[in-house]
């Protein structure tokens, strides 16, 4: 079977489900705002960015990265920006945003100026370039339960048709991914009609067991990252079953877990296994990454043909929170390139 050509690779339509908001910041941008504002970063050379000692090492880049931002029009204007440098480089038609709002609101930006924001940019964004999107508000497990549910509040409080869901990023205080301690926030978060994702599965001392633990506790629609599920095949069969969908990033698993870029990865394994999973930057300007990246490591490293990646194309399609009739209409992208 012969590698995807790299046109293929472009032209393909994704959709992207894991992708941290403030990790689309421009490189330029964060360097030049972080100088004018007086943030300071890790380094001011984008490629020293993306070095890493773990997950710990670059989570105090990403949550730094959050003081640059000064107003809802910062907001709009990396939303907007965002889209317009991915879709120079690949074939973008719908993303979900993880959107910290916690995070912000220590900085003296409340969620009603983020959301709006948000929905300023991707908006425009939407108009000039047809790429839809949906906010996935994240809860920080750095912080305590009842953090999480006075974010859940805010979120609850202002209502939108773009927020679909709720998801979670940062670790837990003793270093441990800990999802299920968030039980309480997810059950509110399901009866308030939001659908949720959560990450688990990435770090060293996460197992298949603890995977599968979240996916049952907190009931979840996705996973973010999963990759220790392949551990254990009985785990990968009793995932399959569930019908949970993987959202992977293979240059953060690489990165920041070790797992080579070739056959052996994870991600290989996962699609091998028949599980559904699509493909995402997770943290683009802190892993030096891009979405068309992601796929050309999927189909040139880690050796997946053009069969396994319209299946992605499509796992990330049905995986995605938007409407069916958004879903309908990128399915048929999908297909219309694919011709099957
Ligand atoms: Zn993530």
Not at 15 to 29: M, N, Y
Not at 108 to 113: A, E, F, I, K
């Amino acid at each position: 079977m012969s590698a995807p050509a790299r046109e293929f690779l472009r032209a393909l339509p994704k959709v992207e489900l894991h992708c941290h908001f403030a990790s689309t910041i421009r490189p330029g941008r964060l360097v030049a705002w972080a100088r004018e504002r007086g943030v300071a970063l890790a380094s001011e050379d984008p490629a020293d960015l993306a070095r890493y000692t773990g997950l710990a090492d670059f989570l105090r880049s990403f949550n730094a990265a959050h003081a640059v931002f000064r107003s809802s029009d910062d907001i709009a204007l990396v939303a907007h920006e965002g889209v317009r440098a991915a879709v120079a480089t690949t074939n973008l038609r719908y993303r979900e945003y993880h959107v910290n709002p916690g995070n912000f609101a220590e900085l003296g930006l409340p969620w009603p100026s983020v959301l709006a924001g948000l929905v300023q940019g991707l908006t425009r964004a939407e108009q000039e370039f047809g790429v839809g999107f949906g906010i996935v508000p994240a809860i920080n497990r750095a912080r305590d339960l009842a953090a999480a549910h006075a974010v859940l509040d805010v979120v609850l409080a202002h209502p939108h048709p773009a927020v679909v869901g709720l998801g979670q990023d940062d670790l837990a205080a003793d270093g441990y991914e800990s999802p299920t301690a968030w039980e309480p926030v997810y059950r509110r978060a399901r009866e308030a009609g939001l659908r949720t994702t959560a990450h688990v599965g990435e770090i060293a001392t996460s197992t298949a067991a603890s995977v599968l633990e979240a996916v049952e506790v907190l009931q979840l629609d996705r996973v973010d990252h999963g990759y220790h599920v392949v551990d254990d095949p009985v785990a990968v069969d009793r995932a399959r079953e569930a019908g949970v969908h993987f959202c992977c990033t293979p240059t953060s698993a690489h990165l920041l877990s070790g797992w080579a870029l070739d056959a052996d990865h994870p991600v290989a394994r996962m699609v091998e296994a028949g599980l559904s999973v699509n493909l995402s930057t997770d943290d683009e300007v802190f892993f030096d990454t891009s979405l068309q990246a992601e796929y050309e490591h999927v189909g040139l490293d880690l050796g997946l043909d053009r069969q396994a990646l319209e299946r992605i194309a499509l796992d990330g399609v049905e995986a995605s929170f938007a409407p069916e009739a958004t879903r309908e209409r990128l399915r048929a992208e999908v297909l219309a390139l694919t011709g099957t």
